[in-house]
Nanobody
């Protein structure tokens, strides 16, 4: 099993950058495929980006492609989401998720473990 804890959220202005982190517990963290999802007010949780256990070929939602970058440091049991050129529509609670499957899944159903979330608010 793995436990996840997000951090680094906050209030920023449109156009700013922010990096949020997800720290995982457990010695097997490096074998998990990781992803970030977000839930905006009144909307369902949606896929933002995912990264395999090797760190190669990350995948992104079209809405964040070119602005967000997902990365991982297995030595630190941590996954990051670098968010640049933030927009008000990026305002949401951001969750990290983990699955023991080898491929990136785009549905919440594909992930076994979830963090509690961190709030990101972008003002216009």
């Amino acid at each position: 099993q793995v436990q996840l804890a997000e951090s680094g959220g906050g209030l920023v202005q449109a156009g700013a950058s922010l990096r949020i982190s997800c720290a995982g517990s457990g010695r097997t963290f490096s074998v998990y495929t990781m992803a970030w999802f977000r839930r905006a007010p009144g909307k369902d949780r949606e896929f933002v980006g995912g990264i395999s256990w090797t760190g190669g070929n990350p995948s992104y939602a079209d809405s964040v492609k070119g602005r967000f970058t997902i990365s991982r440091d297995n030595a630190k049991n941590t996954v990051y989401l670098q968010m640049n050129n933030l927009k008000p529509e990026d305002t949401a609670i951001y969750y990290c998720a983990a699955t023991g499957g080898g491929t990136i899944r785009y549905s919440t159903l594909g992930y076994n473990y979830w963090g509690q979330g961190t709030q990101v608010t972008v003002s216009s």
